[in-house]
């Protein structure tokens, strides 16, 4: 009888107490001078601060096609009704509507756009698939924020995505304002990762997406983090976007304005970095949240 080798596992998470691990891998993973569409000066910015802000990655008519494929999404019963829409506790509107690149191939073809992708292969240093997809709607008038986090955290403790090769990008559908809710990034934040306190929950997602509470930092540590790399709060016009590595410590706040905060959430994961077992938590994520088809985006 033969027993399989113990995983390793870089970034502990979950455990009796916070624990610090300095980042082991790289940020920008394609090689210097590496075709693609990101300059190499903002390549060292992102290297540097975990993000990378385009002021319009797409036009007014995409901008407004994208919105109305949103709208369409969230005023369909069957969408609302189905496990991948997330719903807001107290309006009962909804919040988010995950793997909008499988229920609309309006989101598909952008997610295949090549200003989309071929940034995220240009960071990651490989092919990518689509680790998560997501509408985030934040309607005005008390739309809930959600709070500081590692996006890696949670996906290394709850889909088993074994290193930091995973990047986000956020397009905006409408305007981020300084008032309405926005993106807010601790730059330089990546380099470090926080594994926070406490066991995974039975079944975490099905709370964690409506309020964070498991991989929620304390308040020490994110007064720590804050006071070494500050705070960034993102604004632009709607079409603008928002790169950002899986480990940047983030969050946004309630939306008490007019006016409605609304976006396009793609996670691009290198295709070397493919998820296995849950480091921290009994059973994986649904493939909605987490996906298991590592199938290249082409």
């Known amino acids: ?10 970034y502990p998470t979950r455990g009796a ?30 290297e540097r601060d975990g993000f990378l802000t385009v002021d319009q990655l797409i036009g007014d008519d995409e901008v407004a096609l994208y919105r109305s494929e949103l ?31 499988r229920i609309s191939e309006v989101f598909a073809s952008l997610v295949r756009d ?12 490989s092919d990518v698939y689509v680790h998560q997809s997501r509408i985030n709607v934040k309607p005005g008038f008390g739309a809930s924020g959600f709070y500081w986090h590692s996006d890696f955290e949670t996906w290394h403790a709850e889909d088993g995505l074994p290193n930091m090769r995973t990047v986000s990008v956020s397009i905006a559908l409408t305007e981020n304002f300084d008032t309405n809710g926005g993106l807010m990034i601790m730059p330089g934040s990546h380099k470090t990762f926080l594994g926070c306190a406490g066991e995974t929950p039975k079944d975490n997602y099905k709370k964690s997406l409506q ?16 006071d070494d790399h500050g705070i960034r709060l993102f604004t632009g016009r709607a079409g603008s976007a928002t790169w950002f590595d899986c480990n940047c410590m983030h969050g946004s706040g309630d939306n008490i304005t007019p006016y409605p905060r609304s976006n396009v959430f793609i996670v691009f994961n290198s295709v070397e970095n493919a998820a296995v077992e849950p480091f921290a938590a009994p059973v994986p994520r649904p493939d909605f949240i987490g996906a298991r088809d590592f199938t290249p985006v082409r």
Do not use: C
């Not at 624990?19 to 693609?36: F, N």
């Not at 709208?71 to 909008?100: G, H, Y």
């Not at 309020?211 to 804050?226: N, W, Y």
């Open 71 to 101: 709208e369409r999404l969230i005023s369909d019963p069957k969408v609302r009704a189905d496990e991948r829409s997330i719903i807001e506790p107290k309006s009962q509107d909804v919040r988010s509507v995950f793997e909008v690149h």
């Open 17 to 46: 107490s916070e624990v610090l691990t300095p980042r082991k891998d790289p940020v920008v993973w394609s090689a210097p001078g590496a075709p693609g569409p990101i300059a190499t000066s903002d390549l060292m910015g992102f």
């Open 1 to 10: 009888m033969t027993t399989a080798p113990a995983r390793t596992d870089l």
């Open 114 to 125: 090549e200003r989309v992708v071929g940034r995220a292969r240009q960071i990651l240093g």
């Open 211 to 226: 309020m964070q509470d498991a991989g929620t930092p304390s308040d020490e540590a994110l007064t720590r983090f804050a």
